[in-house]
């Protein structure tokens, strides 16, 4: 557990080890006998700073060949999957990613963003947020099964401050917190891995363990009602199951019943007080107040929903054809009194609220449902949520930002800022598999969108505040994509890999020149006459392509390079002669194709693992800039030096709390990470005065830091030494 507070107040809690003594040693009689006992112990103890030195030592002498700094530091975090949001008073908390965001929603027409903690991101994704006292607790975790609380201090509401992280809430090597919730002093947490713990917060900054509710291991969503607590998820077998826990005894719950609505036509639950609503294809409805005897009251058909809203005796349904109202007054027998067309795709997170019925959409949309009766709702807000929920990929232009959004199209921000601006919508079937926007390509005015379920799509960015398509190729499966002037190069991966080059000197009528049958591309870049791409083995061979495209009809492949059987990510050097793969064994590999047909290995490095699983690692993604090559992998932002290509070795990480699986380099120099659900990562270079090179560490200090360790460790063995043939 860390604690963030002022200096003294954490000497004041905890005794400050430095001054320790074994006995009072003030009075002067007694002065030598403290002495000779101080002593007696200290050659346990000088052994210790022996092993302490020699350790200091030789993880000196270990980077004497690795001596360079991290050349980024974190600029900015934003976007990312979605939290269920809480409120309190005139504010919105909402986790984004590994962020916290805060809207300020005193006029609940015009909610405003009026922070984020883009700052102090969590170490995962942020995937549910509960009110203890004057502090917001934050449950995050990450796919390496750690996981744990970050705590906010609401003393300024519109600006919670991390005050706190707990990752020692319940004594287990692997922790999945995905819910929360609190009663007066407890607090519920919903740990996939281990269960539903119990944490007394009577002191919030430090929650103690009480106990533990086995058998309880679905959490998406939780609620407390009443004595009951109410948890939900997805079991093993795809059931939608539903726990009552009793807590009337607040330190001691216990599981009061639980069922299981039909996976096959329910797509999740919603809890309320008294009553579990399944929606997806049907509407079913539970009645709780019996939990050992839970009863289905009423089932029917329905347009297909994804999420519900109680207000009191009103149920809004948000589904594809908008919201449907429901009179609830009886919950047996609810009655839908009418659809309200409005554009709800994607909701990913809903809630009650005091300013009225919120959705949260994966398509970067807030909206706000009211009016004055309940059962007419009307949309009085719609806002934009911050950097984007789903983003793959990025690329820039010399005043702004492009990313590829997933849901919807592009999404178009402020260079500087990064504030949205501007979005494409492309026209495309209203489910992800049509709008995964894996790729895109920025060049000569123009936005080039891989679309997995579609193909390409290409978008006029002369007014890059109204985007607008001019038009699109149909080539399911695109994954990668790549623009140089007229021509346009994608590739696949699903179903065995397509390398094609296209015509775009008419956008709105792409025609194809030529294609190639690969394995699986997963990215490609282009450099002059040769286009080298980097595949899986499912369908072929993996490894690098070097494909001649001279003659644009006919692609031929002139050379490969197969010991990196999984590759993900590349990136080639200006003049085509040096290119760097990102492995999914974990490594880099820099190989040789000045000969295009026969590429050769220079060198490699291998990426390490975490605390969790020190051996295991994926690399993803690859820039080169200078002699640093960036790499996205399972944890983050890879640092390796590669001025030594035949030796490259890895000098730093920037966590993520996610995989990373692509990087994309502005024109400012800065980096950015795209973490799927912890959100997207910009990185910058780190600033150095003028005349200072920030990379190496100066040989005269590291040779200094050892000579110094040499006489320390030299020094306690002669004092050893003193003392033990003088028998103390």
Known sequence: MRIFAPLR??????????????????????????????????????????????????????????????????????????????????????????????WNMSDPTHPLIASRTSGAPAPGPVRALALVGGYLYAAWNSPSDTG?????????????????????????????????????????????????????????????????????????????????????????????????????????PVEAGYTSL??????????????????????????????????????????????????GNVLYLVGASGIQVWDFTTPSAPVLLRTVAMDAFAP???????????????????????????LNPVLTASFVLPFGVMVHAGAFDSTHAYFAQTGYGLGVFDSNTLAAQARYDADLPANFAARDMEDISVDSGRAYLAAWGYGVLIADLTDPLHPTELGRFDFPFASAIEAHGNRVYVASTTNGGIFKIL??????????????????????????????????????????????????????LLGQYTDCTEASGVDVSADGNT??????????????????????????????????LPDYNSAHAVIVVGKVAYVGDEYGVAEVDVSNKQAPAFSARHLTGFSVRKLALAPDGRVFAFAAEAGTYVFKPVAVAPGVIARPIPALSLWASIALSLLFALTIWRRNSTLLRNGI
Do not use: W
């Open 9 to 102: 107040t954490i000497r004041d809690a905890r005794p400050d080890h430095r001054v320790t003594l074994s006995c009072a040693c003030n009075a002067r009689p007694v002065a030598a006998l403290c002495h000779r006992q101080s002593l007696r112990k200290s050659p346990a103890m000088n052994m210790k700073l022996l092993r302490v030195s020699s350790f200091v030592l030789f993880s000196l002498l270990a980077i004497v060949g690795n001596t360079t700094a991290a050349t980024l530091t974190l600029a900015d975090v934003g976007g990312g999957a979605l939290s269920p949001p809480v409120t309190q008073g005139n504010y919105l908390y909402v986790g984004t990613g590994a962020t916290l965001t805060t």
């Open 148 to 252: 744990g609380i970050t705590i906010f201090s609401l003393t300024d509401p519109a600006h919670p401050r991390v005050v706190a992280e707990i990752d020692d809430y319940i004594a287990s090597d692997y922790k999945r917190p995905v819910g929360l919730a609190a009663s007066g002093n407890y607090v519920y947490l919903g740990d996939a891995d281990n269960g539903l713990v119990v944490l007394d917060a009577t002191h919030p900054l430090a929650p103690v363990y009480v106990g533990l509710v086995g058998g309880v291991y679905e959490f998406e969503a939780m609620g407390v009602y009443g004595g009951q607590l109410l948890t939900t998820g997805t079991s093993f077998s795809g059931g939608r199951i539903v726990h009552v826990v009793d807590i009337s005894d607040p330190a001691a």
């Open 262 to 311: 039909d996976g096959d036509t329910i797509l999740r639950a919603a809890l309320t007080d008294g009553y579990a609503i399944g929606v997806g294809l049907d509407l079913m409805i539970y009645d709780l107040n019996d939990p050992a005897n839970i009863t289905q009251v009423f089932d029917t058909s329905i347009d297909v929903a994804y999420h519900a809203i109680r207000l």
């Open 348 to 374: 990913a997170q809903v809630a009650a609220t005091p300013f009225g019925a919120l959705i949260l959409t994966d398509i970067d949309h807030g909206l706000l449902l009211g009016g004055a009766d309940p």
């Open 503 to 556: 015509d775009v000197s008419n956008p709105a009528d792409p025609q194809e020149l030529g294609e190639l049958v690969t394995s699986q591309t997963y990215d490609l870049t282009v450099r002059g006459n040769y286009a080298y791409l980097v595949d899986g083995a499912t369908f072929g061979d993996g490894g690098l392509r070097v494909v001649d495209v001279s003659d644009p009809t006919t692609p031929t």
């Open 579 to 612: 290119t760097y793969i990102a492995c999914s064994d974990g490594s880099l590999r820099i190989v040789d194709t000045t000969g295009k047909s026969n590429p050769q290995l220079l060198g490699s490095v291998m990426l390490p693992g975490n605390a969790q």
